[in-house]
């Protein structure tokens, strides 16, 4: 079970394109997840907190109007990154919790999202 | 300023041995502990989590010991495996969020 599925796995596009990446949770209900980004052999950086009707809480230093969240579901969360630049390069990846349990319950990854903007 | 760190970016274990993970936390307000593996090109697996509460959580050939007094958790691998070769990353949670280390990576030789 806490299966989270996330596509695509890689996108390779040109300067100046948005991207959209889609985070959906196939046999429970999330009603947070959450989008971080991951620079090579460093931490998980959460990004943001995506809640299920609600706007989308973002950490210091990112920019929301650069990367949209949007959580129109109990099952799907998607991160379009706007005009995207070289330095957005990354991978990106994330992380949905069953909403039954209580925030104590543990977030379940997706495989993740290689971006590179060429 | 890194709220979880894990100092060890690397271990290598002997197939059969103890392998043990280490992480301090700075932050004396997180409430939970999980640690997670992550092979290459695929997404973090939550493993095992540990209450604030308590000092230890066992699950099968994983342990999970807690020492808040240090700030200081520990994940214990045994008999490691071959199989457990990965990236390690602890996370403290509080507020809803979790922050992560910057995780050891462990192999495990046959």
């Known amino acids: 079970g806490a299966v989270v599925s996330q596509h695509p796995s890689r996108v390779i596009c040109k300067s100046g394109t948005s991207v959209k990446i889609e985070c959906r949770s196939l046999d429970f209900q999330a009603t947070t997840m959450f989008w971080y980004r991951q620079f090579p052999k460093q931490s998980l950086m959460l990004m943001a907190t995506?809640?299920?009707?609600?706007?989308?809480?973002?950490e210091q230093g990112v920019e929301k109007d650069k990367f949209l969240i949007n959580h129109a579901s109990l099952t799907l969360s998607t991160l379009t990154v706007t005009s995207a630049h070289p330095e957005d390069s990354s991978f990106y990846i994330c992380?949905?919790?069953?909403?039954?349990?209580?925030?104590?319950?543990?977030?379940?990854f997706g495989d993740g999202t290689r971006l590179s903007i060429l | 300023d890194q709220q979880v760190k894990q100092n060890s970016p690397s271990l290598s274990v002997q197939e059969g041995r103890i392998s043990i993970l280490n992480c301090d936390y700075t932050?004396?307000?997180?409430?939970?502990f999980l640690w997670y593996k992550k092979y290459p090109a695929e997404g973090p697996t939550f493993l095992i989590s540990?209450?604030?509460?308590?000092d230890k959580n066992e699950d099968g050939r994983f342990t999970v010991f807690l020492n808040k007094s240090a700030k200081h958790l520990s994940l214990h691998i045994v008999p490691s495996q071959p199989g457990d070769s990965a990236v390690y990353f602890c996370?403290?949670?509080?507020?809803?969020?979790?922050?992560f280390g910057q995780g050891t990576e462990l192999s495990v030789k046959p």
């Open positions: 995506s809640n299920e009707g609600s706007k989308a809480t973002y």
């Open positions: 540990i209450s604030s509460i308590k």
């Open positions: 992380s949905a919790r069953d909403g039954s349990g209580g925030s104590y319950q543990p977030q379940h």
């Open positions: 996370a403290a949670g509080g507020g809803g969020k979790l922050i």
């Open positions: 932050n004396s307000m997180f409430d939970y």
